[in-house]
């Protein structure tokens, strides 16, 4: 069984930075591909970054590209997100997912099968 647990939400002003972990089990996780995802209230869940199962590949939705980056550490199963230059726009619930299938990327949603529980981010302005 899967389990992805995002931490490292929380309160930050506007312009600051926060990082954020979703430690995996249950999967080889050396070979899939990860991604982070956010749901702001009343909004879809919006594409953010995803990162290939070698970490040399990497994707950014169109809005955080320059201020985000997505990383990985294999030897400890572990996905970050540091996240610099926070605009209050960007206050939403954080998801950790992994992708459906092994050595695949994706930036849709539909191409991720197992989620967390989310971490809210909050940011004043």
């Known amino acids: 069984q899967v389990q992805l647990v995002e931490s490292g939400g929380g309160l930050m002003q506007a312009g600051g930075s926060l990082r954020l972990s979703c430690a995996a089990s249950?999967?080889?996780?050396?070979?899939?591909?990860m991604g982070w995802f956010r749901q702001a209230p009343g909004k879809e869940r919006e594409f953010v970054a995803s990162?290939?199962?070698?970490?040399?590949?990497?994707y950014y939705g169109d809005s955080v590209k320059g201020r985000f980056t997505i990383s990985r550490n294999n030897a400890e199963n572990t996905l970050y997100l540091q996240m610099d230059s926070l605009k209050p726009e960007e206050a939403a619930v954080y998801y950790c997912?992994?992708?459906?299938?092994?050595?695949?990327?994706?930036?849709?949603?539909?191409?991720?099968?197992?989620w967390g529980q989310g971490t809210q981010v909050t940011v004043s302005s």
């Open positions: 997912a992994s992708a459906s299938s092994p050595l695949k990327i994706g930036r849709s949603f539909i191409d991720f099968g197992s």
């Open positions: 990162i290939n199962w070698s970490g040399t590949t990497t």
């Open positions: 249950g999967l080889a996780f050396r070979i899939y591909s």
